[in-house]
């Protein structure tokens, strides 16, 4: 709810941002927020103008570079360290599956040194197997493997918002925090009926006050948007076939441009609910385990 509170210093307060820099993933996980189930494609390129934009205007304490999976984007070295030059806040992340953590073997490193974590979000048993020993070898066993609770106790940095199961320690410093889940509320959409997706019809209030994203917002293509639901949907109605009252909710949905007259008032503003939220669950249900396969052809 602090979206948007002006600060002393004049930037306007994002607790948690996170930038979303391509559609694409390999895998298909079902129940995802974003929609890269789904053969949605496409990365992004950094532009150091739009990034230093944002960070000038902002201040942000948990700053996340997401997708789609970060580690399909060839040019996520670029990303990450540019970024990382213009937000200097305490918490630094890119969220991967984990599945591609050695195709960066060589820039990871460089990364810890400039105080970015790589948030592990692992869904498998066997990802999280492969994952570890990927690590072991990028690191080439320069770590100590640490809980939760022993990273409090010591004083270090934590990453408290990510609920992370344990983290790997370099110098101090956690240089990966695993986090492993799989079972997920349902979202994306609700089903297919004739070649026709279909996204849910909700109450938008209950669907809003029961959404974890809410409080999160995107940055994609240089303007910031409510949650990566939106963002993900903005590539899915471009690909699928959905029903027409569907595509005219996602395509009236307008993201803050950053050259916005009233930007704070407009932050302010995603603290509620949209009129797009009816298209997401209310999720009261019960969680569901999670489905995952790898794409057949990487998009
Ligand atoms: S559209 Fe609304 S309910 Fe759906 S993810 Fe975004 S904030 Fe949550």
Redesign the pocket.
């Known amino acids: 709810m602090l979206n948007g509170r002006i600060l002393d210093t004049g930037k306007i307060l994002v607790p948690t941002l996170q930038w979303y820099i391509s559609h694409s993933c390999n895998l298909t996980c079902t129940n995802c927020?974003n929609l890269n189930n789904f053969a949605i494609s496409g990365h992004n390129t950094y532009d150091d103008t739009i990034a230093k934009n944002w960070a000038d205007k902002l201040h942000v304490n948990d700053f996340c570079i997401i997708g789609g999976e970060p580690f399909t984007n060839n040019d996520l070295n670029t990303w990450a360290l540019g970024l990382r030059k213009h937000f200097t806040c305490r918490d630094f992340r890119i969220v991967t599956n984990g599945t591609l953590l050695k195709k960066f073997a060589q820039d990871i490193p460089k990364w810890i040194e400039n105080g970015i974590t790589i948030e592990v979000s692992l869904h498998s048993e066997n990802h999280f197997k492969k994952a570890f020993a990927d690590i072991d070898e990028i690191l080439q066993g320069q770590y100590t493997r640490t809980t939760k609770q022993q990273l409090q106790d010591s004083g270090c940095i934590n990453h408290i918002a990510c609920g992370y199961k344990d983290a790997i320690m370099v110098d101090n410093f956690p240089a990966f925090v695993i986090n492993y889940k799989t079972k997920f509320y349902p979202w994306g959409v609700r089903g297919v009926k004739d070649d026709v997706w279909q996204f849910y019809d909700s109450d938008r209030e209950l669907?809003?006050s029961n959404?974890w994203?809410?409080d999160t917002p995107y940055i994609y293509e240089g303007k910031m948007y409510?949650?990566g639901?939106?963002v993900g949907a903005k590539g899915f109605v471009q690909k699928y076939k959905v029903r027409d009252k569907d595509k005219e909710l996602v395509n009236a949905y307008k993201p803050i441009d950053i050259m916005s007259n009233n930007l704070a008032s407009q932050i302010q503003e995603l603290n509620a609910?949209?009129p797009?939220?009816t298209?997401?669950p209310n999720n009261s249900n019960t969680l569901q385990k999670i489905q995952l396969d790898k794409k057949k052809i990487l998009p």
Request: hydrophobic residues 25%; aromatic residues 0%; glycine residues 0%.
């Open positions: 927020s669907a809003h959404c994203h809410k409510k949650c639901t939106m609910s949209i797009q939220c298209m997401c």
